[in-house]
């Protein structure tokens, strides 16, 4: 039993670790393409989510340094 429990712990593992791997993908992606920036950024406004969340979501998945924050 404790055989088979040790198989799914290591195939969880690399499954996370494939997740984390695709995460990272899809960040640079979105760090080096204006584009794909852009639409990230629209796809947040077309679900009315407010401003100052929608920044912290971006910073969230895209790093701090991407983009500034500026009240007027």
Do not use: H, W
Not at 41 to 66: E, H, M, R
């Amino acid at each position: 039993m404790s055989a088979a429990r040790s198989r799914r712990n290591g195939k969880s593992k690399e499954m996370e670790d494939l997740i984390e791997k695709k995460r990272i993908q899809k960040t640079i992606l979105l760090r080096n393409s204006k584009i794909a920036t852009r639409a990230f950024i629209l796809s947040l406004y077309l679900q009315k989510i407010p401003v100052l969340k929608a920044y912290d979501t971006f910073c969230g998945v895209l790093g701090d340094d991407l983009m500034e924050y500026r009240e007027i």
